[in-house]
């Protein structure tokens, strides 16, 4: 099994209640159900006041290489990371568990 961890960190100028980033969000919503591969599929608003800390995560699990493969090529996946490209920089980590 592969936990994949993505933070993304809003660009200066670009806040949560902006209109592109809950548009990003919303693309992120329901990607479980549209891609069979995520076995599980958590997103959500970062809480914490910390300025270290990133605005949006995403936190999945998937079989193997071969599911987190075909989860990162899916259409709706590809769409979804397309318009947070546009208005977040990110971070990714993958590990077995």
């Given at each position: ?51 270290v800390a990133y ?25 979804a990371a397309a318009?947070w490209r546009e ?11």
């Open positions: 099994m592969i936990r994949h961890l993505v933070l993304f960190k809003l660009n200066d100028g670009i806040a949560k209640d902006d209109e592109r980033a809950l548009a990003a969000a919303e693309g992120f919503e329901g990607l479980d159900q549209q891609i069979p591969e995520l076995l599980e599929w958590q997103t959500g608003w970062n809480i914490s006041p910390r300025e605005d949006y995560a995403i936190n999945s699990l998937v079989a193997d290489q071969d599911a987190l493969q075909a989860y990162a090529t899916h259409p709706a996946h590809v769409a318009r208005i977040a920089t990110l971070v990714v980590a993958d590990f077995e568990v």
